[in-house]
């Protein structure tokens, strides 16, 4: 047993608050990995145990857990794939130790939305369709199933899962634009991330230019509501939006030169 799960059976599994402090504790000490167990545990007791949805404070922590975890690993694929690094065969090992590591997150986290949260907040939604935080909820879900889908697809060709990073990313974006106002942040992180996996990973540079470009505008139009306490993150939002407009028009405009293709967009997990 290890020591974050011997210290679960301690604490009890279903004490949702103590669970929800470790998590705290595990962030503060960048312990990302514990920080997951902790959280799982906690949808477990929580939404598994009790049929309840996280709270924004808790949906958010599960967020940070796992974009933390695979962040880093994220960066350090991206490393190893430099060309320096090509036809070395103890790289190659290593790229194989680091993608393994990924794929075992990316795998996890997915059961959780995709076993769980979205199915548990899905008949919330249906027995309550006027709640608008649940299909708030459900939207943020799909997001990260899209993010986790689409940083499998970077490691792993020919799995299908770029075209469950579209599906899961077109169906929040249904919802967003039904449910969300242009200037929420999650509907704007959605454009954003599925933008950029239009780009990167659906090699379609016209659809995540025209996303992009969609968002901005109907969030620029709609400015002067914009609440105070989501100004900061919508704005951050909309300026990646922008910068990857401007980076992707440009490599539009030197179609052809060698260095047209090399610029890598910001997606939220940038922030």
């Given at each position: 047993?290890?020591?974050?799960s011997a210290l679960?059976?301690k604490?009890?599994?279903?004490s ?6 470790m998590?705290k504790?595990?962030e ?6 514990d ?12 939404v598994v145990?009790k ?12 967020s940070?857990?796992?974009k ?10 991206r ?10 065969n103890?790289?190659e090992?290593?790229k194989?130790?680091?993608s393994?590591e990924m794929?075992t997150i990316?795998?996890?986290v997915l059961?959780?939305?995709e076993g ?21 909820a ?8 899209g ?8 490691i792993?060709l ?5 075209k469950?990073?579209e599906e899961?990313?077109t169906?929040?974006t ?6 969300l ?14 933008s950029v996996?239009y ?5 379609d ?6 996303m ?35 980076l ?6 030197k179609?052809?030169e ?7 967009a910001a997606?939220?997990d940038?922030?």
């Amino acid at each position: 047993m290890s020591a974050v799960s011997a210290l679960i059976t301690k604490i009890g599994k279903e004490s949702h608050n103590e669970l929800l402090s470790m998590a705290k504790a595990s962030e503060n000490a960048e312990r990302y990995s514990d920080m997951c167990t902790f959280m799982r545990q906690l949808v477990a007791a929580k939404v598994v145990a009790k049929k309840e949805d996280l709270t924004v404070e808790e949906r958010n922590l599960l967020s940070v857990a796992y974009k933390n975890a695979v962040g880093a690993r994220r960066a350090s694929w991206r490393t190893l794939i430099l060309d320096e690094y090509k036809g070395n065969n103890l790289i190659e090992e290593y790229k194989k130790k680091v993608s393994s590591e990924m794929k075992t997150i990316c795998t996890e986290v997915l059961e959780v939305l995709e076993g769980v949260l979205v199915p548990n907040v899905e008949e919330i939604v249906k027995n309550k369709p006027e709640e608008n935080q649940s299909q708030e909820a459900l939207v943020f879900y799909l997001k990260m199933a899209g993010d986790y889908y689409r940083y499998l697809s970077e490691i792993v060709l020919g799995e299908g899962y770029d075209k469950k990073a579209e599906e899961k990313y077109t169906k929040g974006t249904d919802l967003a634009e039904k449910h969300l106002i242009a200037t929420h942040p999650i509907r704007l992180g959605l454009a954003l991330n599925f933008s950029v996996c239009y780009y990167e990973i659906l090699k379609d540079p016209k659809a995540a230019c025209d996303m992009a470009k969609k968002a901005f505008d109907a969030a620029i139009s709609k400015l002067d509501s914009l609440d105070e306490a989501s100004y900061k993150d919508s704005t951050l939002i909309m300026q990646l939006l922008r910068d990857n407009l401007t980076l992707w028009t440009s490599a539009a405009d030197k179609d052809g030169e060698e260095d047209g293709g090399d610029m890598a967009a910001a997606d939220q997990d940038a922030e």
